[in-house]
């Protein structure tokens, strides 16, 4: 089925299946490039109009490559005997935020494989610690599927924002890319409760993981226009040498661009980061995604001892123009793309005064 006008946002709201799996084929597999840069440019423009245009900076801080998780495509699976596993203090995670802070950052993504260590309290602790010496800062976590009570918790302790991807809306697709104590109904029930408490929650998934397709794609976007969440991630497929994986084709940065457009149509005030893994592709696909609509980027703070050693996949950036300390030169890009670089607490328009 050919589409001649790009879908507004009701279109994409009254899509039924069929329909939504009609058009998702349509621009990743049939559309011309004429077709796609009109995706773009509506997409450009609905975040334009909703939200200015703009782009959020966070500081990105990987605080534990610790891991109890067997995802198949991660580097830092816990059956990896090769990862090099670290973990931050509760210190050196708060000098960290005092590092970003004076560079200007306001809004923080904590970052972690799925490590019980920090979450009988360590955690808590940090979060309200880092709300106590920095109030005016939003806190994000990204530490995986946790206990329910521990939602509360945290979100008592200060925390803000809670990032933990769906991957896939497709079950039998999870399976397939997951160890099976994981579902993904799980993560399904963990961000509709942590919507329900408070927390701007975000999703996402991989573009090209290793049995994806139109199908499961089409499953992705009904479950985000269901779930609504306040930020999407979405990143190439990147494989990683010592997982089974390993083999498998890395997923298509144009794709991610497609489906970036697509989702900032479906939801137009969704944050959308231009995530590392797309930028590891290339560094010119970050401008891309810019131009397709994605509204936030999340520079690394991590400690340079360990930003090697967090390797969800190979070859990932974490240097020069993906790092925090070069923040200037990263706002000076924002800027010769006609958009300004906001180091604000950077919330979703329905959680600002
Ligand atoms: S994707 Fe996250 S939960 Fe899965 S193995 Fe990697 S760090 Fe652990």
């Known amino acids: 089925m050919r589409f001649e006008e790009v879908p507004c946002e009701s279109t994409m709201l009254c899509a039924d299946k069929i329909e939504m799996k009609a058009l998702i084929n349509f621009y990743l597999n049939e559309a011309s490039k004429e077709d796609k840069d009109k995706l773009y440019s509506a997409a450009r423009h609905i975040r334009d109009v909703n939200d200015g245009p703009r782009v959020f900076l966070r500081g990105l801080i990987e605080f534990s490559s610790f891991c109890r998780n067997d995802c198949f495509y991660c580097g830092l699976c816990s059956t990896n005997r090769n990862a090099v596993r670290y973990r931050m203090s509760a210190q050196e995670i708060l000098e960290t935020i005092e590092e970003g802070y004076k ?15 920090y979450f009988s309290g360590r955690l808590t602790e940090i979060v309200s610690e880092s709300k106590r010496q920095f109030p005016n800062i939003a806190v994000t976590l990204s530490v995986g599927v946790l206990d329910p009570v521990l939602y509360l918790e945290l979100f008592r302790a200060g925390a803000d924002r809670f990032l933990l991807r769906h991957e896939t809306a497709d079950e039998n697709h999870f399976a397939k890319l997951h160890d099976a104590s994981q579902h993904f ?3 399904k029930e963990s961000l509709e409760s942590m919507k329900q408490i408070g927390y701007q929650i975000g999703a996402g998934f991989m573009v090209g993981s290793p049995f994806q397709n139109v199908d499961t794609l089409t499953e992705d976007f009904l479950f985000l226009r269901s779930l609504a969440p ?56 970050r401008t891309d995604a ?14 340079q001892k360990y930003r090697d050693s967090y390797a969800i996949y190979d070859g990932k950036l974490s240097s020069l123009s993906e790092a925090a300390e070069n923040v ?8 010769t793309e006609g958009l300004r670089a906001e180091m604000s607490r950077g919330d979703h328009f329905d959680f600002r005064d």
Not at 253 to 281: G, N
Not at 328 to 335: C, D, M, P, R, Y
């Open 230 to 285: 306040h930020m999407v991630g979405m990143g190439p497929f990147r494989p990683h040498q010592d997982t089974i994986f390993s083999r498998f084709p890395q997923g298509s940065a144009e794709d991610t661009l497609v489906l970036t457009a697509l989702c900032r149509l479906m939801l137009p005030k969704v944050m959308l980061p231009v995530t590392t893994a797309l930028a590891s592709c290339d560094i010119k696909y």
């Open 328 to 335: 200037v030169q990263i706002k000076a890009q924002i800027l």
């Open 290 to 303: 810019f131009r397709a609509g994605a509204n936030v980027m999340m520079p690394c703070l991590t400690p």
């Open 103 to 117: 560079l200007g950052f306001r809004s923080f993504v904590l970052q972690s494989g799925e490590d019980p260590y």
């Open 185 to 187: 109904s799980l993560r």
